[in-house]
Antibody
């Protein structure tokens, strides 16, 4: 069974940092691009960042570019998101999502349950 | 960025009746190279992560009931639930994956009338 399990969320002050992780199992991790998608409380979905299967290519939404860094460890089947200079507007449930791998852009066929990040003083 | 706009924001449908959700993109998501529309639909039930329903605008994901269908091309797309069931109560999102940043519609909440 394919599983994604996020961790690392919590309460952080504005300007602070947090590192999210997503432990995966049940599929050939290195073969698939992965993304982080967030959802602010009561709001819709916002794609945050993506990384290719090899880790060579990374992509970011303008709202997080320069502050967030996505990475992966294919030996540990783990996806990470380093979040620096956090702002109140980064408060959201952060989902780890697997790319379906059907070519082209990212369609997300498997999602984790999410980890909550709250940025507040 | 491609802006995705869904309509309506919410709708209430009687059990067994048809529900129709529209999604419009600010620019075409049809690729000339492979003649495919880079458009997906997701269902999100309360307290759960989104679930992929449709990709390539009309390809149903494995395990998705055939009462869910999707159509459209270029900038205009429709998700139809042919006979609404109680378990279909959810928020539905369209997403374009034609160009980065991948973007979602604002969501359409489907309820039982």
């Amino acid at each position: 069974e394919v599983q994604l399990l996020e961790s690392g969320g919590g309460l952080v002050q504005p300007g602070g940092s947090l590192r999210l992780s997503c432990a995966t199992s049940g599929f050939s991790f290195s073969r698939y691009a992965m993304s982080w998608v967030r959802q602010a409380p009561g709001k819709g979905l916002e794609w945050v960042s993506a990384i290719s299967g090899s880790g060579d290519s990374t992509y970011y939404a303008d709202s997080v570019k320069g502050r967030f860094t996505i990475s992966r460890d294919n030996s540990k089947n783990t996806l990470n998101l380093q979040m620096n200079s956090l702002r109140a507007e980064d408060t959201a449930l952060y989902y780890c999502a697997k790319d379906r791998g059907n070519g082209g852009g990212s369609v997300f066929d498997i999602w984790g349950q999410g980890t909550m990040v709250t940025v507040s003083s | 960025d491609i802006v995705m706009t869904q309509s309506p924001d919410s709708l209430a449908v009687s059990l067994g009746e048809r529900a129709t959700i529209n999604c419009k993109s600010s620019q075409s998501v049809l690729s000339r190279s492979n003649n495919k529309n880079y458009l997906a639909w997701y269902q999100q039930k309360p307290g759960q992560p989104p679930k992929l329903l449709v990709y390539w605008a009309s390809a149903r994901e494995s395990g998705v009931p055939d009462r869910f269908s999707s159509s459209g091309s270029r900038t205009d797309f429709t998700l139809t639930i042919s006979s609404l069931q109680a378990e279909d109560v959810a928020v539905y999102y369209c997403q374009q994956y034609y160009s980065i940043p991948w973007t979602f519609g604002q969501g359409t909440k489907v309820e039982i009338k």
